[in-house]
Nanobody, 122 residues
Framework: QVQLVESGGGLVQAGGSLRLSCAAS????????MAWFRQAPGKERERVSC????????YSENSVQGRVTISNDRAKNTVYLQMSTLLPDDTAVYYC???????????????WGRGTPVTVSS
């Protein structure tokens, strides 16, 4: 019912910045929260940040605090992940996901995009 399409990934040098976008469509988007996850090869998928589509409240994981900003353009049904001071450990496929509550883990998210890869070189 909800379709998510990520974009903006690519190759960036350590210390650089990148902005990812997630375009959402579907009738239930307005009542969902949107989150960014990432998964490196051979590792578990981890949540990066989450934002409420309705009120704009945001949350970011401790591992990216101070380096990541999530924002929600409700008019465009688009969520952004602005990443700064990137580290090689940030290399992963980044996924956009939607659910009803930011507190849920990956298993609780109902909709996922296909992901956009981010590679941070050292």
């Amino acid at each position: 019912q909800v379709q998510l399409v990520e974009s903006g990934g690519g190759l960036v040098q350590a210390g650089g910045s990148l902005r990812l976008s997630c375009a959402a469509s579907g009738r239930t988007f307005s009542r969902y929260v949107m989150a960014w996850f990432r998964q490196a090869p051979g590792k578990e998928r981890e949540r990066v940040s989450c934002t409420s589509a309705s009120d704009g409240v945001t949350y970011s994981e401790n591992s990216v605090q101070g380096r990541v900003t999530i924002s929600n353009d409700r008019a465009k049904n688009t969520v952004y992940l602005q990443m700064s001071t990137l580290l090689p450990d940030d290399t992963a496929v980044y996924y956009c996901a939607a659910t009803i509550w930011c507190g849920l883990g990956a298993a609780g998210y109902d909709y996922w995009g296909r992901g956009t890869p981010v590679t941070v070189s050292s």
